[in-house]
């Protein structure tokens, strides 16, 4: 059993950087691949980027590529999506979520996931 929560969202303005944070609790998160998805309103939860249990490998939905890093620590149980040129398209409700082994690239792949936190880019 997996428990996330996110932090680190918040109000900017375009071309600004947010650092989302995703905290988890169990003794095996290190065997766990994390992801981070967004769900604007009105629109379909999607992925944004992965990064494997080891931390090793890392992925991105082509328009964060070159902008969003994802990094873990598993000594610290967290995951962070830094996130920098930040523009009003980005805006939307951003979760982490967490799947056993394997890295996954829809929603319905992970089995673990936070509330979600708020990301709102002004132009």
């Known amino acids: 059993q997996v428990q996330l929560g996110e932090s680190g969202g918040g109000l900017v303005q375009a071309g600004g950087s947010l650092r989302l944070s995703c905290a988890a609790s169990?003794?095996?998160?290190?065997?766990?691949?994390v992801g981070w998805f967004r769900q604007a309103p009105g629109k379909d939860r999607e992925f944004v980027a992965a990064?494997?249990?080891?931390?090793?490998?890392?992925y991105y939905e082509d328009s964060v590529k070159g902008r969003f890093t994802i990094s873990r620590d598993n000594a610290k149980n967290t995951v962070d999506l830094q996130m920098n040129s930040l523009k009003p398209e980005d805006t939307a409700v951003y979760y982490c979520a967490a799947k056993y082994r394997t890295i996954g690239f829809g929603p319905r792949d992970y089995d673990y996931w936070g509330q979600g936190t708020q990301v709102t880019v002004s132009s």
């Open positions: 169990g003794r095996t998160f290190s065997s766990y691949a």
């Open positions: 990064v494997s249990a080891s931390g090793r490998n890392t």
